[in-house]
């Protein structure tokens, strides 16, 4: 069983920062690729980035490519979502994702790949 417990979010104004984190249990959490997803109201979750176990690789969603960073602390056992250059488009329930296999490749931005999932925080932007 591996617990994810996200925080960090909040509300900000356009052009803001925030930094969101994902506290995970598990012994093996160096093992794990993490995701981070957001859904906003009325839309689907979608796939914001991804990084693998060591953090030497990166995914990022298109619309947060430049502005986003991915990354981890396996000692830890954190991973991290800062988000700089904030939209109003931003503004979602964030969530972190773990899949446990810890494979790297295509469908990284596909939500049934990952095994566990946090509750969520919120961010929003206002404009």
């Known amino acids: 069983q591996v617990q994810l417990v996200e925080s960090g979010g909040g509300l900000v104004q356009a052009g803001g920062s925030l930094r969101l984190s994902c506290a995970a249990s598990?012994?093996?959490?160096?093992?794990?690729?993490m995701a981070w997803f957001r859904q906003a109201p009325g839309k689907e979750r979608e796939f914001v980035a991804a990084?693998?176990?060591?953090?030497?690789?990166?995914a990022y969603a298109d619309s947060v490519k430049g502005r986003f960073t991915i990354s981890r602390d396996n000692d830890k056992n954190t991973v991290y979502l800062e988000m700089n250059n904030l939209k109003p488009e931003d503004t979602a329930v964030y969530y972190c994702a773990a899949d446990l296999v810890g494979s790297w490749g295509p469908g990284l931005s596909t939500r049934g790949r990952y095994d566990y999932w946090g509750q969520g925080t919120q961010v929003t932007v206002s404009s």
């Open positions: 598990g012994r093996t959490f160096s093992s794990y690729t």
């Open positions: 990084i693998n176990w060591s953090g030497s690789m990166r």
